[in-house]
Structures are given as C-alpha cells and as structure tokens.
C-alpha cells in the first residue's frame, strides 16, 4: 500500500538533500518517480540541495492539479512509482488533497518536504494540510542550530540581520543572507525567537558554552 510521507524541519536541515537521496535511490532499483517543487532559490522548476546538487522539476504553480497531471502521464503510457514534493509549504491545501487522492486512488508513493511554520511561527498552507492528511510525518534527525546552541525549531526572517514580524508569508530566500542582503533567514530556538535575538543582534559569530545558560538580557 502506498503512503503519503511528510519530512519537515527548519530550513536548512536537510529536507532537499534527502529528497534527491530518496530519488537517486529509488531510481537506482529501478523505479520511476517525478519530482516537484515550488519557488525554490535556485530558481523556477528546479529542486536544489545546498549540498550543490540541482536537478529539474516540475514547478508547482497554483493552478496545478497534481493528481490530473499523474493520471495523465500515466494514460498516456508513463509508469509512475513515487513523488518527490519539495517546498511543499506552498502547495495549496487543494493540491495536497490531489496528493492524498494520487496515494489512495493510483497506489503513487508520495513523499512531501516542507519547513512547518513561517517566520510568524505560523503554519504553511501546505504544511498544516500535510499534518492533517499524511500517513506518516517525519521529523528529520539533522538539525539546524540556533547561534546559541540549541536545538534550532523556529524560521525567523532578518533584515541586515535583525528579525523582522512583518511581511509577506511567502519570500524566498536563504538562511545566509541575513547579514549581509536585505531579507534573509535565520533558525532561532524559540526563546530567542520570542525574544528576537539572532547572532546579529547577540553579537554572536558561532555557538559557545559562554552563552548557554540564556542570560537576562538574551
Ligand atoms: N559545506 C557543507 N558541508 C557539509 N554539509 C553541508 C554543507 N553545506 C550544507 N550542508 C548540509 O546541508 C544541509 C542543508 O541541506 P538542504 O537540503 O539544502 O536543507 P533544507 O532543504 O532543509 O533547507 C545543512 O543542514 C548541512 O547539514
Ligand atoms: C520561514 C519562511 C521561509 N520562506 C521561504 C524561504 C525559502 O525560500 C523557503 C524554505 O526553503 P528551505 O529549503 O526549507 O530552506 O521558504 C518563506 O517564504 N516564508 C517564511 O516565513
């Protein structure tokens, strides 16, 4: 029986690399899949992993209906085994329910990639319909660092470094840039998300013991 996976995290924790893993693997024992994605950085329909590796895909656009597009391939003489759903926080809740029916109805794998929540700590489209739908959702075991040391659990948005709460839910970017471009991402814990310290505003380059425990002011 086929299973609607969803993997999530933070950004950067490893979501695209596995996706293109599970690909590379399932290609390599034969099996046939397509892969999606939505906004990436790296540009329209392509999934990329910050490890360097960039393939094509097929560009979720609003208007995509996921489970017409594999009937269709599939009519006309395409085997398909599994999906791969990158940024699938951007998939709208209609086209995650095309996804549920291309498991239930055509027997496809599908296994969806997206971070939880949005720079407000609140959830994607895409990732609550996930929640609400998937056999399995999987934490992935990587995880990003808050500059502080901890577990990193929450996206903040940067401008020159500085969290920002205000803005559009959806801008693409990297969790790189927040120093140095306008609109960057940093993963933060959730005190220091709540507290809107990054390492900008803590003066802080990489995680030390000498700011861990959380003092007053952080
Ligand atoms: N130079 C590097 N050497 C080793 N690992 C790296 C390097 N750059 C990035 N990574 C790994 O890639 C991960 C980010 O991968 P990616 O698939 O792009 O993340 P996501 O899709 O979750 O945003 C980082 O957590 C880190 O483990
Ligand atoms: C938190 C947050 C993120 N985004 C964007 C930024 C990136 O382009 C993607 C996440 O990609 P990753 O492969 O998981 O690093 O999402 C956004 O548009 N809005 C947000 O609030």
Known sequence: MADLVFFTGTMDCGKSTLALQLDHNARQRGLAGRLFTCHDRAGAATLSSRLGLTVPAVEVRPHLDLQRYVVAEMTSGARIDYLICD???????????QLGRVVDELSVEVYAFGILTDF???LFEGSQRLVELADRVESLQVQALCWCGRRGTHNARTVGGVMVTEGEQVVV??????ATLEIGYEVLCRRHHRRRVTAHAAGAGSPSPDVLPFGASA
């Open 87 to 97: 940024e699938a926080q951007f998939y709208s809740g209609a086209q995650i329910e």
């Open 120 to 122: 407000r700590t609140r």
């Open 173 to 178: 970017g990297d969790t790189d840039d927040g």
